[in-house]
């Protein structure tokens, strides 16, 4: 069942972009893993993530 939301509910949805800055192995991770550091501006700042691998690396890059 898809439930519809309204307009109100999606606005409040906060997305952003930011730019990936370094990507490390990050081996002390149950399955394969990578720790990027991702630049989300001026008001965020630097972010810290770690992604596990669930695609090859040159289909998640642009």
Do not use: Y
Not at 33 to 57: M, Y
């Amino acid at each position: 069942m898809t439930e519809t939301i309204t307009f109100d509910q999606f606005a409040a949805v906060d997305v952003r972009a930011g730019e990936i800055v370094q990507v490390e192995a990050f081996p002390e991770a149950r399955k394969p893993a990578w720790k990027l550091v991702i630049d989300l501006g001026p008001e965020i700042g630097v972010n810290v993530n770690r992604h596990g691998v669930s695609a090859p690396i040159s289909t998640i890059a642009c």
